[in-house]
């Protein structure tokens, strides 16, 4: 059993802080003059008195955190925040049961962006700036994850990107704090450009910031049932494909480009190789969109490009619904949520190194099969990639399609159809938000599917977003024996 | 560029063979006195005559198969066969042009069974007679290429199956052609006792020899369009129950009870898993379609034995059409077809050992997360299992689900509809045959396919049918340089 004191004392301070953050939306909500206020202000007090005891209840200072106690406190933390980030939305009387206010919460927090709400453009101004905000601090609590912690864990692959000084042991919270407070300025400088952007082509303040958070954390929550579609005309959707493409690039590569130079950026595998893919799929979907007629000029491009950019980012805005696109858009919209972002931002799925890693792994299998005494070298970025790497990869893939089918068997189960079932499951556990279909397609919402399937949901998106094994390891009994 | 004249020997006298064996339904269509007997003649005399001339003009005694050879045989083989054998279909009028006779010849010879025939109840019995046969040739193909060659060749994981006394060189043919032997008498004893057994519940000889050679080769064509289906009243879905799973168990098993004892059955690792998942999923469709009161009763324990059954060891039978039993069975079905039988059988897909490596490298992957230095041996069947064929397992998971995307995509591309293109590739590449939805599903045909969605399955099933890699490999460059 591993020692428990030093993750609920970080959880505590967590929910502490939490708590605070409610007092923000409290303030919107009095400055709109909207009732929601009040369950803003209780639900902070509340919060805040409950974190601050359980902190306090688990101090010990000569606890150290090490490797059980950092995949604990990673499931932990998201799990116990999403709990409280709750209370507002169903303390506020917005029609939410528990298990709408709840899933609305994890949507939020893992900046998935599923949504059950409908009627945004009339919410109080409290709800909509909360739902920005879980984003955006499950943006950056991704970001501080991906780098400071799930290197180390060796997470699916993710030891590729330990960085130079980081090793085992008591250094996991100073060394996470530290890195944290260099990420969260240049997150929070992204989002103040990304809401200058948005006010410079006409949206009024709070829709500028709260689609700034959203954007940047690739979340995909809006103020409008119309999503990003109805700020459009004035070119907001130009806007969010730069800072959704900014939200899912490397931030460490931002961070070494800020200290040092801008040679790494130039550099880093996984960034050229995102922008690529991204550029290839961008210019596929626009000539099949001219080819058959769809769409046409460069209302087809501009379509396209915010589309694919919104999905393969995970964030999940739509400006079309590319349902009524033909049968190729919805199979390619389908792969398109395996993509995902790269490693070290707050874009979620299976990532752009992952598939880099396996197509090299693929290069050497290949180069092997017909020699089998040839020695080959398999390399990222230049470096030499070792057996470990691509085995956890491999596992990666491996774990991420059987938890995504085992959700869609549920789902299917629980009697909805094949599409939505299957599209729901994989926006779920890619963090995307929207699925396919009429139900929960990009013109529809979540609120219609039964209870039991959302539970199934919210399961997936917290465990998409711990990268699957980061929370699958807490369930084996090996973990639990001393 | 390897030595080409070996593998053109090979093919050559392999296609001589083809041509004979199209003598027997020629020797049907006489007795039968239907007028088909003419195109197999003529093909009869063209295939072996041209078989015979690459045969002699390729021969060099000195010559030797190595491994770059056996994969070129192993791929060259199954293309070259395909052609020959789509002549007689081509050539006999009966509304095949050439795309849907080549069609029907590879999806006989990969055991896959998808058909583009209707009308089968009253198509001449010498086209009947082959497509059978073509299943029964590819099945006994395949568990010989799935002994003696594929692991030899590392193809992914499959070397856990070498024999003791492979090892590589140039005793590749001789080898495979005293496994044949052996194995072929096997093969023949269970058609023969299919054969008896479908005499038994009442089908006449004709349609009980016929179904007994698609039976064992777990290929799934019928002599009537309403499949085993038309057949049931008499119990012959009973008996396809027994022998589709003798197709499916591992052939070498049976090789080693016949030549020892009876305890390799009971101890192969591959076999127990295999059984117990088959019963576990049998169980689960049963209580679902009894709690569901889609089906009552034992009728609902036999239609969902049969239907299970036959998709799980890709025969493709159909004796129900199960996208009528609502969506949970509508994605089970789906999942199935990526389960497949067990290696060195008829049975084709990922196969059950493949999942157990994985699972096993999972629990092994798991139990070390949280403990870096703790040093965890995989076991397969009692024997430790190297990390090389763990890394070919994963390997080979990574490349079938990509092409299984790949193909399910280009197929949308061609406007097939999501369930028909993504169900329509599952079911090429793991050789299934009927997919879902109403136009492939197990009511319908490929007929009203595409002609480009037709040659995009065939290739599909050609890669599924030689698992993947084999294929694959003859893609890139380094293959073709010295």
């Known amino acids: 059993m591993p020692d428990l004191r030093p993750v609920l004392f970080v959880v505590g301070l967590m929910i502490t802080a939490l708590g605070v953050i409610m007092f923000i939306p409290m303030a919107v909500g009095l400055a709109y003059n909207d009732d929601s206020w009040n369950a803003f202000a209780t639900s902070g007090f509340i919060t805040s008195l409950l974190g601050s005891i359980m902190a306090l209840a688990s101090y010990a200072p000569k606890a150290n955190l090490r490797a059980r106690g950092a995949f604990l406190l990673t499931t932990f933390s998201w799990i116990a925040l999403s709990f409280f980030a709750a209370l507002p939305l169903l303390i506020a009387s917005i029609g939410l049961d528990v298990t709408d206010a709840l899933f609305e919460a994890v949507s939020g927090i893992t900046t998935t962006g599923a949504t059950v709400m409908t009627g945004l453009d009339d919410a109080p101004k409290a709800i909509l700036i909360w739902r920005a905000i879980l984003q955006w601090i499950g943006g950056i609590g991704i970001i501080v994850t991906a780098m400071a912690i799930l290197p180390m864990l060796n997470i699916g692959g993710m030891q590729l990107f330990r960085m130079e000084s980081s090793d085992m042991g008591e250094k996991i ?243 909805l159809d094949a599409i939505t079932a299957w599209s729901g499951a994989a926006s779920a556990i890619a963090n995307v938000g929207p699925g396919l279909g009429d139900i929960i397609g990009p013109a529809g919402t979540y609120q219609s599917l039964p209870d039991s399937a959302k539970w199934v949901l919210m399961l997936s998106m917290i465990v998409g977003r711990l990268e699957i094994i980061t929370a699958l390891v807490l369930l084996t009994p090996s973990f639990w024996r001393a």
């Not at 200290?259 to 210019?283: C, E, H, W, Y």
């Not at 087809?300 to 964030?315: C, E, K, P, Q, Y």
């Not at 990222?380 to 790497?389: D, R, S």
């Open 173 to 415: 919270l100073p060394k996470a704090a530290s890195l944290a407070a260099a990420i969260g300025m240049i997150y929070l400088l992204l989002t103040i450009a990304c809401a200058v952007g948005y006010g410079l082509v006409g949206m009024n303040a709070f829709d500028a910031i709260a689609h700034a958070m959203t954007t940047i954390a690739t979340g995909g929550y809006s103020t409008s049932d119309a999503s990003l579609g109805g700020f459009m005309d004035d070119g907001a959707d130009l806007v969010a494909i730069a800072f959704m493409l900014a939200g899912a690039l490397p931030f460490g590569v931002y961070l070494l480009s800020w200290q040092r130079n801008f040679k790494p950026a130039f550099s880093d595998p996984q960034m050229r190789g995102f922008l690529l893919i991204v550029t290839l799929l961008i210019a596929v979907i626009t000539y099949y969109l001219w080819s058959n007629s769809i769409e046409t000029g460069s209302h087809a491009l501009r379509l396209s490009a915010f589309n694919v950019v919104s999905i393969i980012t995970g964030t999940g805005f739509a400006t079309a619904d590319y349902n009524l696109w033909g049968p190729f858009a919805v199979s390619a919209f389908f792969v398109f949520m395996f993509i995902g972002g790269c490693a070290g931002s707050t874009a979620c799925s299976i990532k752009i190194f992952r598939y880099q890693v396996a197509f090299e792994a693929l290069r050497a299998y290949l180069f092997k099969m017909p020699r089998h005494h040839a020695v080959v070298t398999m390399r990222y970025g230049g470096k030499v990639l070792p057996n470990t790497v691509v085995y956890s990869v491999m596992g990666f893939f491996f774990l991420f399609f059987t938890c995504f089918a085992i959700t869609a068997i549920i789902l299917s189960m629980l009697g």
